[in-house]
């Protein structure tokens, strides 16, 4: 469907008999549970939705959500709507800043909580089309006019009428007519952006989604690997596992129901608790064996756009955090470039925040008090949503934009932004691995040589950092002798602007032999950047595992893609750790051998600016 010229499709008009009888029931609304009103021009009403969810639609779940309608919404004059989710762990109260702000400005917004969260029943899925995807295309539906899916009641006794001041649409994404068809739009972050993709495909009816922080393809997010990348961030062979997320995960997700909701819902104790059955064995042995074995890879990604990316055929807004050691700014970039090459209006905004610090720097965004003249990504997605839902003409911005922490402003936070009509913004820088430990960018500055580091049994760490939950945290240093090897480049003569992921080509050797993926060696590819005064920094914390099941042929690492400054007088440092304290490594110890001395051992940086 183009932009422009969204035809209205009009609901078949009930009875006299079925509106007395809409009318009567919610008159008991405003008497059990009184909508609120609000300054802005809006009310909220608390309601519970029986949605079915499963690959045969037939597990019926309770939702609980809240639904903001603005007072000049009617049947007579119809308004777009937005649905929005939690993140992971949270609730739809989460969302009553947006969700307010929304309904404000004339949509008609319905927040809920994710399945599993928040006073929602039925277990964590993942984010998967089947279960999480199709809980929202019942809600879809009940923003499309659909009656029998809302009620006052958990119990589902005293029922609600589906939606009548939603604009509705003549097709769907797909080319044809659907019933109950909203124009509806979604927003949300983390678990609430997946689910949008999710519902996505599984539903032509949804019109755009602006998923924030969130994932491509959930093996790489919980066990990622640098190499051996077969589609955008998905690789043949799984990396090592990001054990402080899988277990903030698993916990979060086993004790947000509460006593109470395991004892009115006693089928979510039963099996993995709150979660899938097949969740549990994925987390654990991730944690235990320090990589997913196949079938929680399938798991994962059955929970990933990668998987069903052909099925979402709308304009999608994705916004991406560089301070995320979660998902990182890899994932958006593989999403975007997918969605790109299949014909999508798709867009990329990369922020400053993410999982890793979740304050947004000034001007930016604020989700409790969203404003489009102050914030730069509050405005692209009021811009967004007004030219798809509303058909408003306004533009919705570059292709591609970047935050730039070293840019000076005051208010809204748009002179920080670099805009590009391509995601692929630098150019490659060349630093050489010499043997004599220096990155050099001339040939004629490379030494012959060779360094060797040791990985440690069990897959310990063999450095101390900060925890990748937060890597600004300070935290006491120390490295396990003859566990780390690292090459330094001179001092900086101007500053040096990296936007997009590193690369390194290196040949590894190791002893003992690798027999495959359970005993390959497992190494940490990390990139800092060195003040004068000797100070090191690890970029936005982030850490490249590599795991090497064929040690001797070239290998290439694609590095978490970073937008950094490197200031005059710092110096760019390449370390290579045989382990890590936020990851699980190789469970055989080896000792590791890295060439350097010859052009084909390389870190390429992608730079901007001349």
Not at 274 to 283: D, G, R, S, Y
Not at 382 to 409: E, I, N
């Amino acid at each position: 469907m183009t932009d422009g010229g969204w035809a209205v499709k009009h609901r078949a008009r009930r009875s006299t008999l079925a509106v007395v009888t809409a009318a009567a029931v919610l008159i008991p609304i405003a008497a059990s549970a009184p909508a609120t009103a609000d300054p802005l021009g809006f009310t909220k009403t608390t309601l519970h939705f029986q949605v079915l969810v499963g690959p045969n639609r037939d597990e019926p779940c309770d939702v609980i959500g809240d639904v903001y309608k603005p007072d000049s919404a009617s049947a007579s004059n119809r308004v777009p709507a937005v649905l929005t989710t939690n993140g992971f762990g949270g609730s739809k109260n989460d969302q009553a800043g947006i969700a307010s702000f929304l309904a404000s400005r004339g949509y008609a917004v319905l927040a809920y909580s994710g399945l599993g969260f928040g006073g929602s029943g039925c277990k964590i899925h993942m984010d998967n089309p089947e279960y999480d995807g199709r809980a929202a295309s019942e809600l879809v539906s009940f923003l499309g006019g659909r009656d029998g899916t809302a009620f006052v009641d958990p119990a589902h006794t005293v029922p609600v009428p589906g939606l009548d001041y939603v604009v509705q649409d003549a097709t769907a994404h797909h080319g044809l007519a659907e019933a109950d068809d909203p124009r509806v739009g979604m927003v949300g972050g983390s678990y609430g952006g997946s689910v949008q993709f999710a519902a996505a495909s599984v539903d032509p009816r949804i019109d755009t989604i602006i998923p924030m922080i969130t994932w491509n393809d959930l093996s790489y997010s919980l066990a990622p690997n640098g190499t051996a990348q077969t589609t955008g961030v998905s690789t043949s062979v799984p990396g090592a596992s990001k054990v402080l997320w899988t277990l903030t995960f698993g916990a979060v997700g086993v004790t947000n129901p509460r006593a109470e909701g395991y004892v009115s819902d006693p089928a979510r104790a039963l099996g993995c608790p709150n979660f899938a059955n097949t969740a549990c064995p994925a987390l654990a042995q991730s944690a235990v064996q320090g990589y997913p074995d196949p079938g929680s890879v399938d798991f994962l990604r059955r929970s990933s756009v990668v998987s069903y990316a052909d099925r979402v055929r709308i304009p999608v807004l994705l916004m991406q955090g560089q301070q995320d050691t979660l998902f990182d700014l890899n994932e958006s970039k593989a999403t975007f470039e997918t969605l790109q090459a299949q014909g999508n209006d798709v867009k990329m905004i990369w922020h400053s925040w993410g999982h890793s610090d979740l304050t947004p720097a000034e001007g930016e965004i604020n989700m409790k008090d969203p404003n489009p003249d102050t914030q730069y990504e509050t405005g692209r997605m009021v811009d967004w949503f007004d030219h798809y839902l509303k058909d408003s003409g306004v533009d919705t911005g570059p292709v591609f934009s970047y935050f730039r922490s070293w840019v000076d402003y005051t208010g809204n936070a748009a002179p920080a932004y670099a805009e590009s009509s391509d995601v692929t913004v630098g150019r490659d820088y060349s630093l050489y691995l010499s043997g004599d430990g220096a990155l050099t960018d001339r040939l004629d500055g490379i030494v012959p040589g060779v360094r060797t580091l040791n990985t440690l049994p069990g897959g310990l760490p063999t450095d101390r950092e900060a925890p990748d939950t937060r890597p600004d945290n300070p935290a006491p240093q120390g490295v396990v002798p003859g566990t780390v090897v690292e090459w330094s480049s001179g001092s900086l003569d101007a500053p040096l602007d990296v936007v997009g992921a590193p690369t390194l080509d290196v040949r590894v050797t190791a002893a003992p032999a690798v027999a495959g993926v359970e005993d390959a060696v497992v190494v940490f590819a990390k990139l800092y950047d060195v003040a004068p005064d000797g100070t090191d920094t690890l970029i936005n914390g982030q850490v490249a595992p590599v795991r090497i099941v064929a040690p001797g042929e070239p290998v290439q690492v694609t590095m978490p893609a970073i937008v950094h400054r490197f200031d005059e007088g710092h110096r760019v440092r390449l370390e290579v750790s045989g382990g890590d304290p936020s990851f699980r490594g190789g469970l055989v110890p080896h000792q590791v051998t890295i060439a350097a001395g010859d052009p084909g051992q390389v870190l390429v940086l992608p730079v901007t600016g001349s």
